[in-house]
């Protein structure tokens, strides 16, 4: 008897150790936001699906709140491998894939409809197989909402009040020429330096969803939030292809189909977090410019596309989105 409660013992210690030891490849994944924000969720859960469907053998190991490092770093740590998942803006990748860039133009969206359109279909298809020419697998987009600028001064009531007003942007050159477009002067820097950039007045403000504003707490230093809707830039999953390479055929398709099925799970939560973070900031006290004319932003912009649009093949591209119904 004894005997054999020792064997049963030892089996179920056995079972318990290979069960928590069963992930043959555990995938580390990098995220810039905090628990809790859908883009970390998301993966979470695509992480959840990779498990079931691998047996255990496959499992992700999200490193949240930037962790690793700010994007732009991050991005680098992907392609040399170090990252295996990260999920980060299309506007840092503006300077390395320069296809991208047609994603992230000022007002290249007409609405979240728009965008879904077109990043679920064939142009989102071939935006992501350029990611393969540089040591990277894109393998879905996630939801960026709609960017807007706030700061520290003033309510912005028109493109006239950004005359002189300084705006952190992401590191990507399309977005410096938007804000000097606009009469503004602009500072690319890392997400996670613009609190205390806009505390010390370094910069005047910023620019961002309401899920960022709220979440990052930038409102609490720059209460003045004008809803001008600038920029709408998707956000991306990727894959450092060495880590690609070192797993089996099914064992890709696998990731893809999860990163897939990953988006539409993404974009509930996402709308949700929306509707939350645009009302606490109401509730926080923020000074929100609703009601704004669009116009004059948007006809800021020619020098921008012209800037950026140049080669044939990102005209056309910028023709075929504007094409999609
Ligand atoms: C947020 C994006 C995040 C960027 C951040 C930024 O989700 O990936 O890092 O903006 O402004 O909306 O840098």
Redesign the pocket.
């Known amino acids: 008897m004894k005997t054999l409660t020792a064997t049963l013992l030892a089996t179920v210690a056995l079972t318990g150790a290979a069960a928590a030891q069963s992930c043959e490849v555990t995938l580390r994944a990098s ?3 905090p628990e809790g ?1 859908p ?1 970390v969720v998301a993966v979470e859960r695509m992480g959840e699906m990779l498990t079931e469907r691998s047996d255990g053998r496959i499992c992700v190991e999200m490193f949240h709140s930037a962790q690793l490092g ?2 732009k770093d991050t991005i680098e740590q992907t392609q040399l491998g170090v990252i295996d998942l990260n ?3 299309l ?2 990748f503006n300077n390395i894939i320069e296809e991208t860039k047609v994603f992230t133009l000022p007002y290249i969206f007409r609405s979240t409809e728009h965008m879904h359109q077109v990043v679920d279909g064939e142009i989102g298809q071939q935006i992501l197989d350029e990611f393969q020419n540089h040591q990277l697998v894109g393998l879905t987009f ?1 939801d ?2 709609s ?1 807007s600028f706030y700061n520290s001064q003033k309510p912005i009531t028109s493109v006239d009040d950004i005359e002189g007003m300084k705006f ?4 990507s050159d399309v977005f410096v020429d938007m804000v000097e477009a606009l009469g503004g002067n602009a500072t690319p ?3 996670g330096e ?1 609190y205390s950039s806009i505390q010390t007045g370094v910069i005047d403000g ?4 309401w ?2 504003y709220d979440s ?1 707490g930038h409102y609490e230093v720059a209460p003045y939030y004008t809803l001008d809707q600038h920029l709408m ?1 998707p ?1 991306v999953l990727t894959m450092s292809q060495a880590s690609w390479n070192s797993l089996s055929e099914e064992d890709q398709q696998l990731i893809r189909e999860a990163a897939r099925e990953s988006t539409p799970i993404m974009r509930e939560l996402w709308q949700a977090r929306e509707a939350e973070s645009e009302q606490a900031m109401r509730d926080a006290g923020v000074e929100i410019v609703a009601e704004i004319d669009k116009q004059p932003f948007i006809d800021a912009m020619g020098p921008v596309y012209e800037k950026h649009v140049t080669s044939e093949k990102l005209q056309d591209l910028v023709s075929q989105i504007q094409a999609v119904e």
Do not use: F, I, W
Request: charged letters at 25%; hydrophobic letters at 20%.
């Open positions: 995220d810039t936001h924000y883009t700010e994007e999920r980060v803006s506007g840092p996630y960026g909402g960017r952190r942007v992401m590191q820097l890392p997400y613009v910023a620019e961002n969803n899920p960022s990052s830039v956000e």
